[in-house]
């Protein structure tokens, strides 16, 4: 070869490095302007997302006292890419965890995420963190969030509470808002005020080094939010009373509601069995649910809102009632007393509506009930029970009975009043009065949760209207508070006044009169209008009593119902509804020996409570 | 004879030496970049930059010491050079320090000198001075022999050191035995034998030699029916050779390479995904370049570089940090001033007229070349992890010294190129 073509040769090699450099240009190009997952991939590495976590919102009573605050507590992250422990021995007992657990917790923080933190440990407890935090730096890949937990002073009013836990797959799915890990209100005021109490979360953006160390804000802060703490709510409830309901209820089963009638707002709200709400709190929780939904008394049952029983003999007002309004009867309307027709118990025959209801004479609602349905249609001129039985459905409701009360808790039930169409399905082969009669004293297809018979109380209480009961008055902070404007509606029954006079005044004499059915009620200067009832059903009675007092501006309407109590209500709700009266409307029980009576009576069957043991304060 | 000095700066080639300096300096910024930690001055000397300040200082000077020697001295002591960077060679793998599974250093206290950096400025001349003697033919099979142990026993002496790397950086003179008359075929055969080898690694082999037949046997029939006289035993000889080499790739890959150079090779062709373990340094690097951008992150702002995800930042992974904090740009000018640089050097070799000057140039260029072309390629994804330093600006005292002197012994041969020889 010449050396004219040898030189020549270094075009080729000058062709070699154009070709490289033209090559890797290139290829820069792709990585640095077309391809932008690289961007991503170094934010990802240096920049962590630490979510600010707001404090939810605190919930009061009436008077302001705390029923509902907040603790902080800390969850460990982890990043197990960045994990580099020098002694994990000396980690896990510092954690008081077994290297067995670490390698669990690893390894399903390893499946959730190789880069993204996921919760390590959960809910340590300020004292259990302070230890951990002195010596957090020296564990590459781990970082703690502070977290708030929701704790309860008194222990009390779990049903109307609620509880909050992790927010579920489902939900995250529905409400992008949501992550994995964030609390939300599971049940009661906790659930229903969820967008008010929850706040918003926040995030803060923290550039951080390979060894997972922190190493100031990102942007100087430019990106970062703060949390907004919740709203407080500012409930109705009265903690005293609550407390001393409770008490009550501690070794019975069934429910106490009262309401304050002039306003709807439930003073005190039992459903027992219940439980310490701080039993579903923290890293318990989910020990304690298992608890208590295995537990065959069914504590997580809210009977208030959720139990649908007969309502009994406290449905005789409501008959008469209607029947008033409907002049089928008039005030002096007397019935015999007729055990043929159905049981009574010994006493004379009624003579008007007040000793009707006194004496609470079942063959005289049977009457009533009767002349209510068999009633004469306008249109047909002919007697017809379909025509009767239709419009004492639609008065029934007017009470708020088959009906839901719009009450700021989930779960509510409507209860049942039956109307024709549910007959003429259920007796294909026709129906009459005979077949329905049950209904007039309150047994029968009528199902009324106990929510009802408090509203129903107060409905009397105010002749003739009710405010939807409910439980928070108002929310916001202390010094801008906003109210509900449904909780302001009055809801009318549209039975004419008079007939609200004599409905008090069989009320009256129930507790206050000879022959009354709820005289173990009677405090002699608290004027008690109220109603027994004793709802027959499989296995023993349950005893119930609604009431309100005094009979004139009327303060509180309560309604009590011990489920199989072996007894009428005059026997067992009645006393223990006017032991409610008594320490709303005095502020003490001066009747200390029949106050311990009831207290320590234990009347409910077969009562599977077990009692739960506080695990906190 | 070389006299006086007053006018040899103004025969210097400037292009080259401001090239040098951009890249010097602009290293410089970055190593200081990569260790920033937001505290300490650029003098602190206890630090990388303020050390690799240092060694900045000492190669200005030995490029200045190069200029005002006689430029005869390497020509002539070139053999002596040689032997004398191929005992130390010999002896660092006796008495060296060993530093990341590789035994290249020799230690002294916190200083550390790797010879094998500067038995690549030794090679050159020596190959130089072999090929470039009077009478000598590289055709003759005697020469090629010399040039071939000029180079295959430095290679060999530092593939010994366990530094496969720096060991393969000697295989760029296969680019000067080429200008000098290597035949083009060896060029092809190599170039053939590195696909064949990722086709190995990629695809089944015995797909792979069913291609082959097809392929051989398609082209033996067309070449046979057209032009008749072409003889079977070339397509077969052919289509052995890549069969026995494709069932010999698999034999070599498992036996020959050591867990992590298979590990390396099998990221970069995607065959294996492991951002956490080998391929971490890779993956950590392109973050690094494709955050940069079109403009970058800005000097001292890349996060990438700043919390140290990628290891060897300051030293063999350098182009990340600057990838990184100049973006496309940046990264883009770097690239373009080394190909311009290896050009440039490429056309001072033809414009020597002595022929060791050429060809020291030539070897010169090779050496630059095989780095950048190595170095960035890997940080950017295309070539497997070898871990070679970007010549003028990774981090580092014995690679900066050398490539000093390695560009200025032809900076000043190339300034008294037109003198008498």
């Not at chain 1, 959720?306 to 209607?322: C, D």
């Not at chain 1, 709802?535 to 303060?555: L, Q, R, T, Y």
């Amino acid at each position: 070869m010449t050396n004219k073509s040898l030189a020549s040769r270094r075009y080729v090699i000058i062709g070699i490095f154009m070709a490289v450099g033209i090559v890797y240009v290139l290829r820069l190009a792709y990585l640095q302007i077309i391809d932008d997952t690289y961007k991503e991939l170094a934010d990802r590495n240096a920049l962590r997302h630490i979510t600010q976590y707001p404090s939810r919102g605190l919930i009061y009573d009436r008077h302001g006292k705390l029923l509902v605050y907040n603790e902080a507590v800390y969850d460990l992250m982890v990043i197990p890419k960045q994990v580099r422990l020098k002694d994990t021995n000396e980690f896990c007992s510092l954690l008081k965890i077994s290297r067995e657990d670490f390698i669990k917790k690893m390894d399903k923080a390893k499946k959730y995420s190789y880069y993204a933190p996921s919760i390590f440990e959960k809910q340590i407890s300020k004292e259990d963190f302070a230890p951990i935090q002195e010596k957090i730096y020296e564990y590459e890949g781990f970082y703690a969030q502070k977290r708030t937990l929701r704790y309860y002073p008194d222990g009390v009013a779990s049903h109307v509470l609620g509880y909050i836990g992790e927010v579920s797959e489902g939900m995250i799915e529905k409400n992008p808002y949501y992550k994995r890990g964030d609390y939300i209100g599971m049940s009661g005021l906790e659930k229903f005020y969820e967008d008010i109490l929850r706040g918003k979360k926040g995030s803060k953006i923290t550039l951080v080094d390979v060894h997972n160390r922190e190493k100031g804000s990102f942007a100087d802060g430019k990106f970062d939010t703060n949390a907004i703490s919740g709203q407080n709510l500012y409930s109705t409830i009265d903690l005293e009373l609550q407390k001393y309901a409770e008490k009550i209820m501690a070794n019975k089963r069934g429910c106490i509601i009262a309401i304050e009638p002039s306003s709807g707002e439930v003073l005190c709200f039992v459903s027992a069995p219940y439980y310490d709400p701080n039993l579903l709190v923290g890293r318990v929780r989910s020990k304690n649910y298992k608890m208590l939904s295995e537990d065959i008394s069914k504590p997580l049952f809210n009977r208030v809102l959720m139990a649908e029983y007969p309502p009994g003999s406290i449905f005789k007002v409501a008959q008469s009632l209607i029947a008033l309004d409907m002049g089928v009867i008039t005030r002096n309307t007397g019935f015999a007393c007729d055990k043929g027709l159905v049981g009574c118990h010994n006493h004379p025959s009624a003579t008007c509506v007040e000793d009707a209801i006194k004496m609470s004479c079942n063959p005289y609602f049977y009457r009533v009930f009767q002349r209510i349905v068999q009633q004469t249609n306008p249109k047909t001129g002919k007697i017809d029970s379909k025509y009767g039985l239709s419009l004492w459905t639609s008065a029934a409701k007017r009470m708020g009975f088959g009906t839901k009360l719009d009450i700021d808790l989930p779960g509510v039930r409507s209860g049942y009043i039956p109307d024709t169409a549910f007959y003429n399905k259920w007796y294909p082969g026709g129906w009459n009065f005979y077949t329905i009669y049950s209904n007039s004293i309150g047994q029968g297809e009528v199902g009324v949760n106990p929510l009802q018979m408090a509203n129903f109380a107060a409905l009397v209480a105010n002749r003739g209207w009710y405010i939807t009961p409910h439980i928070v008055r108002s929310f916001g902070d202390d010094t801008n508070k906003r109210m509900f404007k449904k909780y302001t509606k009055k809801h009318y029954s549209f039975i004419a006044s008079d007939y609200w006079d004599i409905a008090v005044k069989g009320m009256w004499g129930t507790v206050h009169e000879a022959g009354g059915t709820a005289r173990r009620a009677r405090i002699d200067d608290i004027a008690i209008c109220g109603k027994t009832g004793t709802a027959e059903n499989i296995g023993d009675d349950h005893s119930v009593f609604i009431c309100f007092a005094p009979m004139v501006s009327p303060k509180i309407a309560v309604a009590v119902y011990i489920e199989n109590a072996k007894g009428g209500g005059g026997s067992w709700a009645a006393p223990i509804a006017s032991l409610i009266v008594e320490k709303y409307v005095r502020g003490e029980v001066l009747r200390t020996e029949f106050e311990k009576t009831y207290i320590e009576v234990q009347p409910c069957q077969n009562l599977p409570i077990k009692r739960q043991i506080k695990t906190k304060k | 004879m070389y006299r006086g000095g007053r006018n040899i700066l103004g025969k210097l080639d400037w292009g080259i030496i401001l090239m040098y300096l951009f890249l010097v300096f602009f290293g410089w910024m970055n190593i200081y970049a990569a260790v920033y930690n937001g505290e300490g001055s650029i003098f602190d000397f206890s630090s990388r930059y303020g050390k690799q300040l240092v060694w900045i200082g000492a190669a200005l000077l030995m490029a200045l010491f190069v200029i005002i020697l006689d430029p005869k001295f390497f020509s002539q002591t070139s053999n002596v050079i040689y032997a004398f960077f191929i005992l130390l060679l010999i002896a660092v793998l006796f008495m060296g320090s060993e530093t990341k599974g590789a035994k290249s250093w020799f230690g002294v206290g916190d200083f550390g000198i790797q010879p094998s950096e500067f038995a690549k400025v030794a090679t050159a001349l020596a190959l130089a001075k072999a090929l470039s003697g009077i009478g000598v033919d590289f055709n003759d099979w005697k020469t090629k022999l010399t040039a071939i142990m000029l180079v295959t026993i430095p290679m060999l002496l530092v593939f010994l050191q366990n530094d496969t790397g720096s060991a393969l950086v000697f295989g760029a003179f296969v680019l000067v035995l080429f200008r000098e008359g290597l035949s083009s075929y060896v060029l092809i055969f190599g170039l053939v034998c590195v696909v064949l080898f990722l086709l190995a690694l990629l695809l089944n082999q015995y797909l792979l030699i069913a291609i082959f037949f097809l392929l051989f046997l398609l082209s033996w029939l067309f070449f046979h029916f057209r032009y008749k006289k072409i003889s079977i035993w070339l397509f077969i000889g052919m289509f052995a050779f890549c069969s026995l080499f494709v069932l010999g790739v698999d034999f070599l890959f498992e036996n020959a390479l050591g867990q992590h150079q298979k590990d390396r090779i099998e990221v970069l062709i995607g065959k294996k995904q492991d951002f956490q373990g080998v391929g971490y340094n890779v993956n950590q690097s392109k973050i690094a370049i494709g955050s940069g951008g079109f403009i970058g992150k800005g000097f001292l702002n890349g996060t990438q570089t700043k919390f140290n995800f990628v290891p060897e930042q300051d030293t063999d992974f350098i182009f990340c940090t600057i990838g990184e904090e100049w973006g496309f740009i940046g990264s883009t000018i770097v690239v373009v001033v080394y190909v311009l640089l290896c050009i440039r050097l490429v056309k001072m070799a033809e414009r020597q007229r002595s022929k060791f000057s050429r060809i020291y140039g030539y070897g010169v260029a090779s050496i630059i070349f095989f780095h950048f072309f190595v170095n960035i390629g890997m940080t950017i994804g295309l070539l497997p992890v070898i871990g070679i330093p970007l010549p003028f600006v990774s981090y580092g005292g014995s690679s900066l010294w050398a490539f000093t002197l390695l560009l200025f012994i032809f900076v000043r041969e190339d300034a008294s190129r037109l003198e008498l020889v």
